[in-house]
């Protein structure tokens, strides 16, 4: 190949071998010839470099030191574990309020996604930054763990975390849940785009029931619609209600939906699983990475955004920032506006209970 075009970029560093991390699409340089384009080395101190590169900043200030820092989490992207930890430093700021004050499980890689992983809800032993719960949260187990801060969250990427997963409560009133969260799954030979339309209807309905909801990539395969609730209800409540919705949807479009288990109901449909409603499931959080191939990330969108989404993987520990820089508003912005909702017993009623 011969260079012609000229484009320029932002990016952290250079790697040892020669390529650029973390890097960013500026502009397109019609003002300068390929032929005139050289390495350039940072003049130190000549420069603010910190202006250019906020992320070189925030690498060196990491709230919590990272011990092998080079190490490759996931092989097919090279996001190695201390660019997942700036990572979370750097979107800790979107991520925290959606985090704090709620009971975390992690999914933790020590060696990488392609080696031995585990999913721990309870702290063993102590995580510098992470909080433990009172044991009486969650009596017969070790204390729950709770991330605050970023403090924690970079503390947990230390001990090899990638995936955070949060309760539906906080942890100050742990038997009333703040939220219902519906997990859409493609089935067999679903295309994303009717992953896409399953949460606009199911959007619909919540909608016409009067409650708003809200939309993320799992990081994964779907989506998840969350409905954001007052303190009021309780777990069988909400979990209950859950249900009626994922029944009634596979109800009224028997062709595009199911709310039951297993892969052979699913074939062909989008799988509403209500399970992440009982006291104590789990649901990704919203802007944790994922530990799969490519390191993509829940994230929340604005639902007029939906239609345009290639897949649930569209964004990643490489690119999401730059689309929460760019974003001119939260697309939750509306989140806590809604966070008073209540599931009325005509609600109920509607839905055919
Ligand atoms: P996708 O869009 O690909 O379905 P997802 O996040 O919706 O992504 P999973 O990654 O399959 O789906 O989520 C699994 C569920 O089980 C989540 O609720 C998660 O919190 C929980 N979970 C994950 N691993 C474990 C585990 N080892 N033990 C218990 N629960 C787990
Ligand atoms: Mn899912």
Known sequence: MRPTLVA???FAEWTRDGHVRQASFHAMRTD???KEIRRETRRSGAVDSSKEMPSMQKSSALPVKITHGERVMDTHSGVTKLELAEYYDAVSHWMLPHLADRPVAVLRAPEGIGGEMFFQKHAAKTITGVHMLDPALDPDHEPLMQIDDTRGLVGAVQ?????????????DLIERPDRVIFDLDPGKGVTFAQIVEGAQLIRGLLEELGLKAFVKTSGGKG??????LARRHEWDFAKGFAEAVAKHMAHVFPDRFTATMGPKHRVGKCFIDYLRNYRGATTVCAYSARA???MAVSMPVH????????????WTVRNALDRLTALKEDPWADYI?????????????RLGR
Not at 159 to 171: C, F, I, K, P, Q
Not at 223 to 228: A, F, I, K, M
Not at 303 to 314: M, N, R
């Open 223 to 228: 989506l998840h619609v969350v409905t954001p």
């Open 292 to 294: 799969r191939e490519g």
């Open 303 to 314: 639902w007029e955004e939906l239609s345009d989404l290639p897949g649930a993987d569209a």
């Open 8 to 10: 320029e970029v932002r």
């Open 32 to 34: 300068k010839p390929a």
């Open 159 to 171: 001990m090899g975390s990638v995936e955070l997963h949060t309760w539906n409560a906080r942890s």
């Open 337 to 349: 506006k809604a966070s008073q909702q209540r599931v009325t017993k005509t609600m109920l009623d």
